[in-house]
């Protein structure tokens, strides 16, 4: 049996005609970038998401930048970010000449954890970037709790997290001061390239957005603010725009084949229940902060990764792959021990629960065309390795 990482493939030729003919009506408009289909496109998600603002940007990385650039983060100026997360969280601050500051995450949901992240506060800091890791809210009550105490502005990463909640059903992306999506088409709402999105409720924000957008022109070619290119084209809305109404179907199909691994796990022995973070004779598995029902719980995962924490993981990884199972490592390398950062004299010491994630994390397929037999074969090959290995 094969199980790749994920088959975009399945999907596309599930919607093959409606997509097929939204990019032969982008053609025939011959109107390519931003444009009527990207207005339509930012409405839907704006009302998707259930925020007054959203607008259409070239990727989920120049979203972030764009962001930053609208708050006025500058030069010296310190924004924190968790250790653990996509290269682009804390490039693009240094990418501003501004100080990435940098935290260990909690160590069961990945996200940034709430206990260290007021420590590191100081006069210079302008900004908090907590990051919906892998489709699961971060703590926001307190990240906002915090910002508003010390007058901080907040920027959602929720690249990874387009429809995951935190409580009452608010969809992350409301939160703070403005939140970024990148629509990478392996994300759960995927483009033919890249696009990504910002969101914001406050309309003087959205204009400054949307002006910074165009290289800061309003009107063209007359410019008060340096911005950037960052608009998405017109294909790339079609595309998501077929794709949005099937949004939440494919995240549950997500949800249900993390709650069937997740039964097979303890089924085979393999783990305990979900909140453990050491290993044990019994725990061979540090299973992910599982939320498998809407029952009004405050945090709704949509998984755009499964990842787990495993003993002996690049054994594991190479047994996977003679199996014919792929399997990623997300993130290998934490902010802190990149060699980019250095010169910011990070203390290793600091990130204890980043730097067990990133020696011990692993990704499982979890794209919604998974069968059942698929994800039995995983958890079955998985078992054999830590039978052989005991």
């Known amino acids: 049996m094969n199980v790749?990482?994920?088959?975009?493939?399945?999907?596309?030729?599930?919607?093959?005609?409606?997509?097929?003919?939204?990019?032969?009506?982008?053609?025939?408009?011959?109107?390519?970038?931003l444009g009527p289909e990207v207005e339509r496109m930012e409405q839907e998600l704006a009302n998707y998401l259930g925020c007054n603002y959203a607008l259409g940007v070239?990727?989920?990385?120049?979203?972030?930048?764009?962001?930053l650039m609208a708050l006025d983060i500058r030069q010296g100026d310190e924004v924190i970010v968790p250790t653990f997360s996509f290269f682009a969280t804390a490039g693009v601050v240094a990418r501003l000449n501004a100080v990435p500051v940098?935290?260990?995450v909690d160590p069961v949901t990945f996200n940034i954890a709430p206990k260290d992240l007021e420590k590191k506060i100081t006069k210079k800091t302008k900004a908090i970037i907590p990051v919906h890791l892998f489709g699961q809210s971060a703590e926001m009550d307190e990240v906002i709790r915090i910002a508003k105490a010390h007058n901080l502005y907040v920027v959602e990463d929720g690249a990874q997290a387009i429809g995951a909640q935190y409580k009452d059903g608010k969809k992350v992306g409301n939160f703070g001061d403005i939140g970024c999506f990148s629509f990478f088409p392996s994300k759960n709402l995927g483009?033919?390239?890249?696009?990504?999105?910002?969101?914001?409720?406050?309309?003087?924000?959205?204009?400054?957005?949307?002006?910074?957008?165009?290289?800061?022109?309003?009107?063209?070619?007359?410019?008060?603010?340096?911005?950037?290119?960052?608009?998405?084209?017109?294909?790339?809305a079609a595309v998501l725009r077929v794709k949005l109404p099937h949004l939440d179907g494919w995240s549950q199909k997500r949800r249900d084949n993390a709650s069937l691994y997740h039964s097979l796990f303890l089924e085979h022995n393999l783990a305990a229940e979900e909140g453990k973070t050491e290993f044990d004779k019994k725990n061979k598995i540090l299973l992910p902060k599982a939320v498998y029902q809407n029952s009004g719980t405050?945090?709704?995962?949509?998984?755009?990764?499964?990842?787990?924490r495993v003993e002996r993981r690049d054994a594991l990884r190479t047994h996977l792959a003679e199996n014919n199972i792929s399997s990623e490592i997300y993130y290998p390398v934490p902010f802190h021990r990149q060699e980019c950062f250095q010169y910011l004299n990070p203390k290793d010491s600091e990130f204890p629960d980043s730097n067990f994630s990133a020696e011990h994390i692993i990704a499982l397929p979890i794209?919604?065309?998974?069968?059942r037999e698929q994800i039995t074969y995983v958890v079955k090959t998985i078992a054999d390795f830590f039978t052989k290995n005991v």
Not at 227 to 236: L, T, Y
Not at 367 to 371: A, G, H, Q, V
């Open 191 to 236: 483009c033919f390239g890249d696009g990504g999105l910002v969101t914001t409720n406050d309309n003087m924000l959205a204009e400054k957005l949307r002006i910074l957008r165009v290289h800061g022109g309003e009107p063209k070619y007359y410019h008060k603010m340096i911005g950037g290119n960052f608009r998405i084209d017109a294909i790339q």
């Open 367 to 371: 794209y919604p065309e998974l069968t």
């Open 4 to 33: 790749p990482l994920l088959d975009l493939k399945q999907q596309y030729l599930s919607l093959k005609a409606e997509l097929d003919s939204a990019l032969l009506r982008v053609a025939e408009s011959q109107h390519f970038i």
């Open 58 to 67: 070239s990727s989920g990385t120049d979203a972030l930048l764009l962001a």
């Open 298 to 308: 405050k945090n709704y995962h949509i998984y755009n990764q499964y990842c787990l």
């Open 102 to 104: 940098f935290v260990d």
